[in-house]
């Protein structure tokens, strides 16, 4: 029976890569495991498949009575809806504990750092296993992804040591340029809808009763989409509705100026300004210095809803 490995929904470049990586991983170590996503894959991640040759993992939406790793994730409202008849045998994450429990013993590796690569890295060096080129090259990108080419507060030095050493097995000399071509790619939005960027970094999370949605565009410039901020606000209030949020926040972060823009729609509005310490003016407000969703806005966001 194979096990599939899987991150979070609306995937990132760390959930696809790191179920790549991970499934590399254990298939070295004798399990037979198959990586999978929850959902359509970036322009970004595409970027670096074809870059490095790999190939996109396997849609898989519905996971009851399969065995399973997960990557880069640990709350039910970001797994299939049918995970609790899986059997988990892993998670490594390196996000909040979420609210996902098991009936039996599992594998965790979860730590405080910039990249669920980073830890897979870890992983692979724990069990004296070699990475080939082109996968060294696809983890390498998913921590300068998800680090923000370094700049952001979750960023540690063992992601920028693990990013280094990748780029010496990937054969990589200027990785710094290689992630802004990449962040460029994940920057274009010309002709896309108001849901498309709604959902290209979308996460649910359940706080207290409440379900909170947040949003997050990771850009070189925001300044490209000042014309649509109402379009997005409005598809923002229709999102609210179909998926049943308290709140639907949508951080418009720019990489260059490192801060971000807070879009807020949501019931009660006073528990995001508390949150920020801040006031929201036509439903936004620039939050300085914030890149981080997991370090930044949920651990603020979180205990004002308890
Ligand atoms: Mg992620
Ligand atoms: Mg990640
Ligand atoms: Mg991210």
Same mark, same amino acid.
């Given at each position: ?12 470049s760390d959930s696809i890569?790191?179920a790549?990586?991970l499934?590399?991983?254990k298939?070295?170590? =004798?399990?037979?495991? &198959?990586p ?8 970004? !991640?595409?970027? &670096?498949?074809?870059?490095f040759?790999?190939?996109? @993992? ?12 997960? &990557?880069?994730?640990s ?13 988990? *045998? =892993?998670?490594?994450? #390196? #996000? +909040?504990?979420?609210?996902l !429990?098991?009936?039996?013993? *599992?594998?965790?590796? &979860?730590r405080?750092i910039?990249?669920?690569n ?9 069990? /004296?296993?070699?990475i ?8 390498m ?5 998800d680090?923000v080419?370094?700049?952001s507060?979750?960023?540690?030095k063992?992601d920028t ?5 990748l780029?010496a097995i990937a =054969? ?13 790619? +994940?920057?274009?939005v /010309? ?12 996460k649910a999370?359940?706080?207290?009763g ?14 490209a ?11 923002m ?9 308290h709140?639907? *926040?949508? *951080?418009?972060? /720019?990489?260059?100026k490192? =801060?971000?823009q807070?879009l ?7 528990k995001?300004?508390?949150a920020?310490? !801040?006031?929201?003016?036509?439903n936004?407000?620039?939050l300085d210095?914030v ?11 979180? @205990?004002?809803?308890?």
């Amino acid at each position: 029976m194979s096990t599939y490995v899987f991150g979070h929904t609306s995937p990132d470049s760390d959930s696809i890569v790191g179920a790549i990586s991970l499934s590399y991983l254990k298939n070295q170590l =004798g399990e037979d495991c &198959i990586p999978t996503r929850q959902g359509e894959i970036s322009a970004e !991640t595409e970027f &670096i498949l074809n870059k490095f040759g790999g190939a996109t @993992p396997e849609l898989k939406t519905s996971v009851a009575g399969e065995n399973v790793y997960l &990557i880069d994730f640990s709350d039910k409202a970001q797994a299939p809806s049918d995970i609790m008849e899986a059997t988990i *045998l =892993g998670i490594v994450d #390196h #996000h +909040k504990l979420g609210d996902l !429990t098991t009936d039996t013993p *599992l594998e965790c590796w &979860i730590r405080p750092i910039g990249c669920s690569n980073t830890i897979v890295y870890e992983m692979f060096k724990a069990n /004296d296993v070699e990475i080939p080129k082109d996968l060294a090259g696809m983890m390498m990108c998913a921590i300068l992804s998800d680090t923000v080419i370094f700049k952001s507060p979750t960023c540690t030095k063992v992601d920028t040591k693990a990013v280094k050493e990748l780029a010496a097995i990937a =054969g990589i000399q200027d990785y710094k340029a290689l992630a802004m071509e990449m962040f460029i790619v +994940k920057s274009a939005v /010309d002709g896309a809808s108001a849901r498309n960027l709604n959902t290209r970094d979308y996460k649910a999370f359940e706080m207290n009763g409440s379900k909170v949605g947040v949003n997050q565009l990771e850009m070189v410039d925001i300044s490209a989409l000042d014309d649509r901020k109402e379009e997005i606000l409005e598809d923002m209030r229709a999102m609210k509705e179909e998926e049943g949020l308290h709140t639907m *926040l949508v *951080l418009l972060t /720019d990489i260059m100026k490192e =801060g971000s823009q807070l879009l807020c729609v949501s019931d009660d509005a006073s528990k995001i300004e508390a949150a920020f310490n !801040t006031k929201l003016e036509n439903n936004q407000v620039w939050l300085d210095g914030v890149l981080s969703r997991k370090k930044q806005v949920i651990p603020f966001v979180q @205990p004002q809803f308890k």
